[in-house]
């Protein structure tokens, strides 16, 4: 990962494996391990900023990476697409042909400042791939999304979202790993310090994945009092992710309906 994605990675804990890969599920002590640094992402610390975030130049993204002995040829968007293009295998119970649809664990809206664009986009695998515009793989296609009427701010912002995010449902929580070229921004019950009035909204640099929501969490917070909330209905199962442009007490844009595309991913409570 230092090699060819990260100079300045200095341990392995600092690297999270993305959730479809085959190793993904091994034990830590477990006969292989990957190497492919297309499989990892870096993990967002809980305080401090994470470091620059160094990135293959466009022409050189879909170059094969040359290891000599290796036969290792991924780019970041072929990597990341084979990891959910095969849902079957990582998928909560094996399901038969002639067993029920399980249910969906989110549902997902996208929004423009106040504007709803696009129905609920229902989730039913343990990862979605959330993008405006992706060489190949599948998922939630923002950039097929048409609105009448957009403002010049939300027309750049659009342009921005790229490769937009990969979000998994995984035994700890939900995951949302940044593949684009620019910051996303997130907010969520459990990023939220405990007993705390101010709303805290984290800044993900590209490359860089975050626990959107904490299971564990989630359930002690259940039993607490519900905090106060500034900028609109408290929902317990809801995460907020805006692309390229933040919100909150650190930005001029105090509410989430200010910035120009943004995400609101609703849970499901059951799971």
């Known amino acids: 990962g230092r090699l060819f994605r990260w100079p300045d990675l200095q341990h392995a804990v600092e690297l999270k494996p993305l959730c479809g890969c085959h190793s993904f599920a091994a034990a830590a002590d477990g006969p292989t391990v990957c190497c492919n640094p ?21 022409r050189d993204e879909y170059k094969p990476l040359d290891l000599s002995d290796s036969t290792l040829s991924y780019t ?11 849902p079957g295998e990582f998928s909560d119970a094996s399901m038969s042909p002639d067993a029920a649809k399980p249910s969906h664990w989110c549902s997902v809206a996208y929004w423009e400042h106040r504007t709803r664009v696009g129905r609920l986009y229902a989730v039913y695998e343990q990862a979605v791939s959330i993008f405006y515009d992706l060489p190949q793989g599948s998922g939630f296609c923002l950039g097929q999304l048409n609105l009448e009427q957009r403002s010049e701010s939300v027309r750049r912002t659009r342009s921005k979202i790229g490769f937009g995010i990969l979000l998994s449902k995984e035994p700890d929580g939900v995951w949302a790993y940044n593949r684009a070229e620019h910051p996303i921004f997130v907010n969520s019950p459990t990023l939220d310090a405990p007993g705390g009035r101010a709303l805290v909204v984290r800044k993900v640099p590209p490359g ?10 989630s ?3 259940q039993h607490g009092p519900e905090p106060d909330a500034a900028d609109g209905p408290y929902d317990p199962n809801s995460v907020r992710i805006s692309f390229a442009k933040g919100w ?20 499901n409570s059951h799971r």
């Open 38 to 58: 297309y499989h990892f992402s870096r993990l967002c610390g809980p305080e401090s900023p994470p470091p620059p975030y160094s990135r293959l130049s466009p």
């Open 76 to 86: 970041e968007t072929e990597a990341t697409n084979s990891l959910i293009t095969a």
């Open 208 to 217: 860089y994945s975050i626990k959107v929501f904490d299971f564990e969490r």
């Open 219 to 221: 359930g002690l917070l």
């Open 248 to 267: 909150g007490p650190c930005y001029s844009r105090q509410f989430i309906p200010s910035c120009p595309c943004w995400l609101e991913v609703l849970l």
